[in-house]
Structures are given as C-alpha cells and as structure tokens.
C-alpha cells in the first residue's frame, strides 16, 4: 500500500502514457482546426497558380478537373473542421476525428499527386520543373506546419513526393532521372525532419503534463492541509488562503480576498503585524506568535512562519505565511497560569513553608537503576549513603527499606488528600501520588513522574504540616456544617469535579434523598446528566468573588409540586487543598412564577383579542367601504354630471346622502386609525418639519367651514418664528392640526373667533426652539368644567352631544392625543366654563434641516390629463385593465372613465380572465382589487410581473383594506399606488395621470 501510495504522488517519474497520448490527440486536433482556414486558403491559392502557369502545357479539361478535385478535398476539410467544433470540447478526446483529419490529409496529398501524372502537350522542360518546384514546397510546408501530426504529414507528403518522382523517373522531356532520385531523398530529408520535430512536440506535451500533475498536486497539498496559508501583496492586502485559513479566521475565502491583514487583529495585537511586515520588506522571513481576530470578536492564537515572495525579476511582490493554530497551547499555558496564581494565593503560611523545604529526589532508568538522587533524600528516608552505590537499583532499595520495616502494615499510608490508603501488595501498585509516615512520625508526600523512556522521577516533600493543616480544616468545616444546616433555604457544596461535599437537609427533601446518600456523589447521579451538563457550563463562566444568580426549575413528584428556585452560583479556592469548590444558595420562587405565568396569560390572551379586533376591523372597513364606493361614486357622478344635471331639489337631496356617507367614511376612518393607534402598530414617518407651510395650509382648508359657521379664522399663525420647524410626521401633524381647528370652529358660539399661537421652547443653556415648539388653538366657545376635561381624551366620548347639533363621532381627540404621542410629544387642554378652551400640542424640535413639504393641491380630473403620459404623446390612447369581481365596482369604474376622456377602460371580473387580457395585449396600467376569487391581488401581480410581457406595466391595487399595514404591504410587494374605497374621482384621476407619466 505504501508504495501504491508513493507511485500516486511521484511527481519525479514519467508522467502517465494514456494521460499524454490523450493530450497530445487534443492538441493534434486543436492545431489541425486552427490550420483549416489559412491553410486551405494557401492550398487553393498555390493550385490556382499551378494552373495558370501549366495551362498551355496540359489539356485544359483534365487541368480543370484536377482543380475541382482539389478544391472538394479542401471543402472536406472545411466540413470536418465545422462538424468539430460544433461536436465541442469532447470531440477533441475522440480518436475518430483524428483519423478523418488524416484521411483528409491523404486524399489532399493523392490530389496533388495527381497533378504529377498529368500529361503535357509541350515537350518544354520548363513546365516540369515548374511542376517540381510547387510540389516540392507544398511538401516542404506540409512538413513543418504538420510537425505536431508526423502521421498526417506523411499521408499527404509520400503520395506527392513518390508520383513526383515517378514522373521524373520516366520523363520523355529531357528532364534527368536522377532528379526523381533527389525527390524521393528530399522525401526521406523531410520525413526524418518532421519526425525530429514531432518528438520535440511529444516531448513539450509530456513536460506539460507532468508541470500539470505537480501543480495539482500542490493545489491539493494547500487544500488539505491543516495548516492555513496566507498570501498577501506588498500592501498588506489578502491575495489568497486556502481552506484551513479560512478556518482559522471564521470567514469564507471570497469575504478575505482585498482586505488588509489589519482587519484581523485588534489594537495590541497590529503592533506586532507592523514589525513583520517591516521585516518582509527587508527580506528576511521568521516566525512569531500572534491573536487573530474572528468575526464573532474571539481571539485565536496562532504562529506564522512567514516568508517573502519575489518574482523572476528578484522584486518583492509579497509574503506567504504558514499559520498554525496554537490555540489550545496558549489556552491550556493559561489555564496553567491562572492556576498557579491561584495556588500562590491559597496561603501564604504554607506556601512559604513549602518554599523553604527542599524535596529529595530519585531517578531511575527503564530497568531500574538508579541514575541520580539527592542529600535530602537520604535525610526524609534516613537511609544510610552506602546503599547509594553505581549497582544501586529500585528493587535494592525496597529490600533494604522492607527489611528494616519502612513499610509494614503499622504505619500510616494515604491518598492526597489525607484519606487512609490500604498499602498493596505488589509495591509496582502503589499510586503515583499518596502520603506516607516515617518511622519518626513524619509525613511524605511521594509523587511519582512516568518519563517516555521508561524511567521515572519519584520526589519525597515533608507534608506533616499540610496534612495536619488539612484535617484542622476538616474540623472547621464540619462545625460549618452544622451551621448551615439552620439556614432556611437551599445550600450545596461541590468539589471541582463537580461531587458534593455538603447539601443541607432542604436540598436533600428536594430530590427526595437523605444528605449522607448524596454527599460523595456526582451531580450527574443525583440531578441528571442533562441537568449537571448545565451546570457544569454555567460554572465554567464563573470567576471567584463573582457569584452569578440563575433560575432553576425542579419538575413535581409524588411528595411536591413543582419548585422554581432562585439560584446563587460561587466558586472559590479551598485555601488548604489548592482544588477549586462550588457553593449554591437557593430560595424557593415559586409563588412568584406562578404570579408571573398568570400574567403571561392574560398577556396572550390580550394579544389574542387585539389580533381578534384588528381582523374584525379589517373585515369591517371591506364591508363598509364597498358599498361605500357604491354610494359615494355614482353618487359623485350624479352631482357632477353636465350632460344630465339633477334638478335643484335633487341636486339638494344629493348633496345630503354625499355628506351623510362622507360621514360614515370619516366615521370608518377614525376607527381604523384608533385601532392602529391603540395597537401600537401605527407607521410614523419622523423629519424635520417646518411648521409655516403645514399650519398655512390648515388654516386655508378651513377657511370655508369658517365662513359658513360665522367664525373669524386668522390667515397665518401668531408667534411664528422663521425656519421654525419641528420633529414630526407630516401627515400626521396636518391631521392633528385639522381636527383641533375644526373643533374650535364647530364647537364655538355664533361669530366666535378662534386662534393660532406658537410658542418657541427652550432647554436649559439653550436658545430659543431648541426645546421644540407647542401650538396653541384658542376658541370662543362655551368652555369646559373639570369633569369634561377629564372624559375629553377617551375615544367614542362626546360630552353634551344631545345638546348640539354638531355632528362627530368622539374620536377625534382620542387620535389626536395618540398620534401626537406616536411622534414624540404631548397634548392637552386648558379651560374654563364660560372662558372658551385652549387645546394645545407640543413637539421635540427638529433634528436636522427641514424639508420643503411642497403641499401642493392635487390637480383635478381635467387637469390631470391635459398632462397625459407617453402612449397620449405619441396621439394613442392609453390602455387601463380594471380586475374586479364585484360588478357595481366594475359599473362605478366604467363611469367614472366616461369622465376621463383620452383613456381606454377594460375590465375583466376574473382574475385568470384579466390575466390573460393583460398578456394577449399588455395594457399601459393595471387597476387590480386585492380580493379577488380564487387568487387575491398580491398572486395576480407575481403573475404579471413573472411574464415578460407584463413586467413593465404598472399596476395600482384598489381596496376597501384601508388599514396601514395593508397599505404598506401593498407598496413593498411592488404596486405603483394604493386607492382605498371609496375611490373619489379626482383621486383616481391624479393617481392614473402620476402612474402614466412615470410609465
């Protein structure tokens, strides 16, 4: 097997005979179709030429007839050369086009021997040695240019040359034989020729596939590796790594390629990165140690051997490293360090008596021979120097001490801890580490080191005062115990490998055990392993002095219910024994879990109803808004029709069940927007807002309810500085603002007035505005007591609505106080009974520089299209498709289009049906209902955007979904816009001009 092994990795040897022969075929056949187009060009070329010059010379018929023949030998080739590459890539791998190839050749060179055996009319000599000379270098050409097919050339040179000799040998035109000796030599002159040159090819071919052969075996060396190779440029940029480095440094090879070295080291580690770096550029390699940085911010220690890299023109052009992990050396060199610190920490009394003891030392070889040892030996053991001698062996020793009674049964032997220890045997049993007396009352610490030779290294430490230490430790500790076994709640004791030395009797009861049936076991027999495995990592984290508090749950039993406790984990450091202990103090919390899962509960439950409420709202506003629109639109349509004008009673009537649905969509919508609000799911748009703009267009919406109502309405707010502005949702504001100022002028006493105040906040140290701005609305109205103040702010309260004629749902403030809330500020309210009211909103200030809101008044139906989009500028009528399933939508859409001229409707009542209408003549917009039978709206529009035909066209969703969410999951799934129902025409106007346009 290993030498099976060697063989596939021999880079040195031959390289395989099959893998050459197949690459020499390929680039035979390669070489063969890049010749085709000049060579045939060149062939034709010469033969036209040959023709020219023997044309008086041979029957032009037979001369005629040669040329075509050549010329289909040439075709030929042209369609192998075609049939080759449309075969592709495998072909050049198939041996069957190379033997068409060489026939090819073949019949090329029995053409051209067919040139030597046509008769001439003339006895001149001069044609012949025309003829010599053609043939003579076609074959020289075919030749050199064939050098790559040895096999070829000669299927084309030998019928050429051997017909020419021929010719030349039995001549009735005075030409010398002997000339058609020279051609068969020139023959033989061009085969060995060629064939000198057709090794050198096999030769390149074989050295190319061996650098081949090496090359991937490289490759795969780097791939498989596990040591991770770094290549970087001469500015620190990532070049290149193989798999184990990008193991080591957590990321993918495409995320290291062009990023700097820096980017993987923190801030002490770059220092070191400098001065390598500087080392590179002089040329020198060398290793160092240094800490990586991986994408979760964990170091890893590593050390790179690394090396520059120059280029044949002897430039540095960058460095490769050999990156080794070295992780786990460090974390165990520092796991080594942190215990000996800890160590040196436990006492200081013992370890400055430790310090100034020296230990007596033995050492033996594999067979037991004693190599070396110390004075202080003799002096522990009390042995005598002369049984120190060079024939001195291990067993010698034990004689000697067995004689003397070092260790009979009466004396004293224990484990390291101080625990009895029963002494074997077979002396080759004893432990590796125990604790023995002497015969004058001294206690040994006898640790024995196993060394890889066979040896060991057995030391002898006076430990009395440890160990007397120890059991005095032991004796404090049980008066400990008897302590805690008072306290009330939950106590644990463990050793560092996690076995318990003390539970208390609550504890014990817990796991329905007695304490001493769990002391001296392991976690993982009385809790679980799943359980102690929990432990254990949670212990791992902890740092001595740092307690670290947990829950735990202990499942019920037959004796209790289920326990949820609240657990205290410390570690600390045994000061006598240098071993680490777990302490665990734990209260009983179950009450308190239990009052905390009761308000999970009712939390769900809450939940559950809010998701109840907002599916019954959105049900609620589809079913109202659809025959809404109904309603609304013809009713609209009515008002506003020209052709037809309803009678002045009826234009009355009309204009009476327009304001009452009007007031049902306002009703409709403040609902929605309270649910949301009261939700916490309402989507606030916050920029700096300048206050001018949306103040002015408030006041000038409501100027018309103002002069109805006989209330004096300000033109422009008072107090307004310039560049005021605010943090806030535009839209949002506007709402707030209008519902306070429609209030003020509703709810005021006959030609009452109202006012618009700002008031620029400061905070402390700042100037004026830099604590936001509040608005105030001042009215003239009757005032409001106490109570009515405290019921303003609830939604559906309207305070004396019987005593008014007023119309209002009371949700207006209701919204007002949770829209202002959602952006950051406060509302409120200041009056009196008989004083009029104050309502008052305030506003964090803007963070940043306002923008220009442009609010603009939407354009009417008219003059939406006078503004038409493209397919109006070219003088076509631009094409909308309606997808709706409900047939007096469909009507109400039909109509509404008779009053946008320039536009071509067509609907469709199927989703499928649209579908199919949209793709069999795409329209310029698609108006789609998002419920639709059998496929909603969101389906439909994959649809139309999966086919090509369709992907351009823009599409507007119409619903009676009015709520927020709903609209915005109509914008992220790709609609241009969103019409609510009822679609108001004027709306339905912009929205198709603005959709056209863009289009």
Not at 55 to 67: C, E, F, M, V
Request: glycine content about 8%; hydrophobic content about 45%; some cysteine.
């Amino acid at each position: 097997m290993q030498s099976a092994f060697a063989a596939a990795f021999d880079t040195t040897g031959p390289p395989d005979a099959a893998a050459t022969a197949q690459q020499l075929q390929a680039q035979q056949l390669t070489m063969h179709g890049a010749n085709v187009p000049w060579a045939s060009a060149g062939a034709l070329v010469l033969a036209l030429l040959l023709t020219a010059m023997l044309w008086p010379a041979i029957p032009h018929g037979l001369l005629l007839g040669w040329l075509a023949s050549l010329v289909g030998v040439l075709a030929w080739r042209w369609a192998l050369w075609r049939a080759m590459v449309r075969a592709g890539p495998p072909a050049t791998v198939e041996p069957r086009w190379l033997r068409r190839f060489r026939a090819n050749f073949l019949g090329h060179g029995l053409v051209w021997a067919a040139a030597s055996l046509l008769p001439m009319t003339s006895g001149d000599p001069l044609y012949l040695a025309l003829l010599v000379m053609m043939l003579a270098g076609i074959c020289a050409s075919n030749f050199i240019l064939n050098a790559y097919d040895i096999t070829a050339a000669l299927l084309f040179g030998v019928p050429t040359m051997v017909a020419l000799a021929g010719r030349l040998l039995f001549n009735d035109q005075g030409v010398p034989p002997v000339m058609g000796l020279a051609v068969l030599l020139a023959l033989g002159f061009f085969a060995l020729t060629g064939r000198r040159a057709y090794r050198l090819v096999c030769e390149n071919v074989a050295l190319r596939s061996a650098d081949a052969r090496q090359h991937h075996l490289l490759r795969v060396l780097v791939e498989t590796t596990s040591e991770g190779f770094w290549f970087i440029d001469n500015q620190a940029r990532t070049v290149d790594a193989n798999p184990a480095m990008c193991q080591i440094l957590g990321q993918p090879r495409g995320a290291l390629l062009g990023r700097s070295i820096f980017d993987f080291v923190d801030s002490d580690n770059r220092a070191i990165f400098e001065r390598e770096l500087a080392r590179r550029a002089g040329g020198s390699g060398g290793g160092y140690e240094i800490a990586l940085r991986r994408p979760d911010g964990s170091l890893i220690d590593c050390f790179n051997q690394a090396t520059p890299i120059v280029d044949a023109d002897g430039r540095r052009v960058g460095s490769v490293g050999l990156w080794t992990d070295i992780s786990e050396r460090k974390r165990a060199e520092r796991q080594l360090r942190e215990t000996s610190e800890a160590l040196l920490q436990k006492s200081q009394a013992l370890e400055a008596t430790l310090a100034s003891i020296s230990q007596g030392i033995v050492h033996y070889d594999g067979q037991g021979r004693l190599l070396a040892h110390n004075q202080r030996l003799l002096e522990l053991l009390d042995l005598p120097a002369s049984e120190f001698h060079p024939r001195t062996t291990l067993n010698s020793l034990r004689r000697f001490q067995a004689a003397r009674g070092d260790v009979a049964q009466a004396l004293e032997l224990m484990d390291a801890h101080g625990s009895p220890l029963a002494v074997p045997d077979n002396p080759d049993d004893m432990p590796d580490l125990y604790v023995r007396s002497t015969r004058a009352g001294q206690l040994l610490e006898v640790r024995t080191r196993h060394l890889p030779t066979g040896g060991r290294v057995r030391t002898f430490a006076d430990v009395t005062a440890y160990i007397t230490a120890l059991r005095a430790l032991a004796a404090r500790e049980r008066e400990q115990r008897s302590l805690l076994d008072a306290f009330p709640g939950f106590i644990v004791v463990a050793d560092q490998d996690f076995r318990y030395t003390y539970v208390n009797q609550r504890f014990a009861e817990l796991v329905g055990r007695q304490p001493a049936d769990i002391v001296g076991r392991l976690m993982d027999d009385v809790l679980g392993a799943e359980r102690a495995a929990r432990l254990r990592a949670l212990v791992a984290t902890l740092q001595p002095g740092v307690p670290v508090n947990s829950e735990s749950a202990y499942a019920a039993t037959a004796q209790r219910p289920p326990v949820f406790l609240q657990v205290t984990h410390a570690v600390s450091v045994d000061a006598a024994t240098g071993r680490r202990q777990v302490f665990a103090f734990a209260i009983d919390i179950s009450a308190r879990k239990a009052a905390e899962a009761a308000m999970v509960a009712a939390r769900d439950e809450a939940e559950r109803a809010n998701r109840a409420k907002s599916q019954f709202l959105s049900s609620m506003s589809h079913e109202l808004r659809t025959p809404l629109n109904a309603i609304l639109g013809f009713g609209q349509l009515l008002a506003t029709d020209t052709v037809h004008p309803l009678a002045p009673q009826q234009q009355q009537q009309m204009a009476e069940i327009l304001h009452g649905a009007e007031h049902l969509l306002k009703l409709i919508n403040e609902v929605l927007d309270l649910a949301v609000v009261e939700s916490g799911s309402l989507t606030i748009q916050l920029q700096p807002v300048p206050l001018a703009p949306v103040l002015g267009e408030a006041l000038a919406l409501l100027q018309p309810l103002a002069r109805a109502n006989g209330i004096a309405l300000p033109a422009a707010p008072e107090g307004l500085a310039d560049g005021a502005a605010v943090q806030a949702d535009p839209v949002r504001l506007k709402q707030v603002l209008l519902n306070l100022l429609g209030n003020a002028i509703k709810y005021n006493r006959p030609q009452g007035r109202v006012q618009l105040h700002c008031q620029a906040l400061a905070v402390d140290g700042g100037g004026s505005g830099s604590g936001g701005w509040r608005i105030s609305v001042q009215d003239t109205g009757p005032g409001l007591d106490a109570d009515q103040q405290a019921r303003l702010f609830s939604a559906f309260e309207r305070l004396d609505a019987n005593a008014t004629p007023v119309e209002g749902t009371g949700l207006g403030l209701a919204l007002s106080r949770g829209l202002v809330r959602a952006m950051g500020g406060e509302i409120g309210v200041r009056s009196a009974p008989g004083a009029g009211s104050t309502f008052w909103l305030q506003l964090p200030p803007a963070s940043g520089a306002a923008a220009d809101l442009g609010m603009a008044m939407p354009a009417g139906p008219a003059a939406t299209l006078a503004t038409g989009g493209s397919a109006q500028s070219t003088g076509q009528r631009p094409v909308v498709l309606y997808i709706e399933d409900n047939p007096v939508n469909l009507l109400l859409m039909e109509t509404m289009f008779e009053r946008l001229p320039g536009l071509e409707l067509r609907t469709a009542s199927q989703p499928l049906d649209g579908l199919a209408m949209a793709t069999a003549d795409p329209p310029q917009l698609v108006l789609l209902d998002i419920q639709l039978p059998g496929m909603d709206g969101f389906t439909l529009l994959q649809r139309l955007r999966a086919d090509p035909r369709t992907r351009g066209v823009p599409a507007v969703a119409v619903s009676a979904d009015a709520l927020p969410a709903s609209v915005e999951r109509g914008r992220q799934a790709g609609f241009a816009d969103y019409l609510t129902k009822p679609v108001d025409l004027d709306r339905l106007a912009q929205v198709v001009q603005a959709v056209l346009h863009r289009g």
